[in-house]
C-alpha cells in the first residue's frame, strides 16, 4: 500500500535538545511538506522540497532545520533555537501540478512532540 | 498578508444538513481545498474547487466563488461519524504550490 509514514508517534524530549522526526514516503511524489499544528489552530507551514537537494522555508522555518537527499524522505529537525516546540507535527506530499488535477496534499499520520 | 477565516465551532444534529463557510484574502488564487480532520489524525482531502460553482462528491458538497473569496462545504445526511475539523486551504498560484490554511471549524454532530 503507498502512503507516508511519520515516526514516532508520540515524542518526549528534554528542553534544549534536538529531535528528528522522520518522514518517508512510498507515492513517488516528488514535493514534500512540514508543518505545525497548535491546539485549535489551522497547519502553518514549516519548509517544503519540490525536488530532491533542493527545500525552501515555510512561514515559520526559525528553530527548524530539513533535508532531502532522496525522494522518498524528508526528516525534520527541531533544535533547541525552537523557542516553543510542543506540537503536533504533519509531513505531506504531493505530485506535480502537470500530474494531476487538484494536486492535493496527502498527509502522514503525525508526531505529537512534547517538550519538557 | 493571507488570511482565511473560517467559524471556529459547529453543532448540528444526526440527519441534518449543515454548511461550513470559508472567505479568503491572499495575494493569489490557484483551487481550494477542503480536508478533514479526525482529532488526533491527520487531514484527509475531500474536495478541491479551482472554478466557480458547485462539486458534488456524494454527502459532500463544495461551491466557490473567485469574485467574492468565498467557499463552503455542504454536509448532508449528518452522521455521528462527521464530527471532525474542517479545514479550508488556498493554493497559492507560485511554483511553490504551497496551501494557506484556515484554523478549522470544529464540527459536533449530535444524535
Known amino acids: 500500500d503507498g502512503g507516508i509514514t511519520q515516526s514516532p508517534k508520540y515524542l518526549f524530549r528534554k528542553e534544549g535538545q534536538n529531535v528528528t522526526l522522520s518522514c518517508e514516503q512510498n507515492?513517488?511524489?516528488?514535493?514534500m511538506y512540514w508543518y505545525r499544528q497548535d491546539p485549535g489552530q489551522g497547519l502553518r507551514l514549516i519548509y517544503y522540497s519540490q525536488i530532491v537537494n533542493d527545500f525552501q522555508k515555510g512561514d515559520i522555518a526559525e528553530g527548524y532545520s530539513v533535508s532531502r537527499e532522496k525522494k522518498e524522505s524528508f526528516p525534520l529537525t527541531v533544535t533547541s533555537a525552537q523557542k516553543n516546540p510542543t506540537a503536533f507535527y504533519l509531513c505531506?506530499?504531493?505530485?506535480?501540478?502537470?500530474?494531476?488535477?487538484?494536486?492535493?496534499?496527502?498527509f502522514g499520520p503525525g508526531t505529537r512532540l512534547t517538550v519538557l | 498578508g493571507q488570511n482565511i477565516d473560517q467559524p471556529t465551532e459547529m453543532t448540528a444534529t444526526e440527519g441534518a444538513i449543515v454548511q461550513i463557510n470559508c472567505t479568503y484574502q491572499?495575494?493569489?488564487?490557484?483551487?481550494l481545498f477542503w480536508y478533514q480532520q479526525h482529532a488526533g489524525e491527520a487531514p484527509t482531502f475531500l474536495s478541491y474547487?479551482?472554478?466557480?460553482g458547485l462539486e458534488e462528491k456524494g454527502r459532500f458538497s463544495s461551491f466557490l466563488s473567485r469574485s467574492k473569496g468565498y467557499s463552503y462545504l455542504l454536509l448532508k445526511e449528518l452522521q455521528m461519524k462527521d464530527s471532525a475539523s474542517y479545514l479550508c486551504a488556498v493554493r497559492l498560484p507560485d511554483s511553490s504550490y504551497k496551501l494557506i490554511f484556515g484554523s478549522g471549524t470544529r464540527l459536533l454532530v449530535r444524535p
Open positions: 505531506a506530499s504531493s505530485t506535480p501540478s502537470w500530474d494531476r488535477v487538484g494536486n492535493e496534499q496527502f
Open positions: 474547487n479551482v472554478l466557480d
Open positions: 491572499t495575494s493569489g488564487f490557484n483551487g
Open positions: 507515492l513517488n511524489h516528488d514535493a
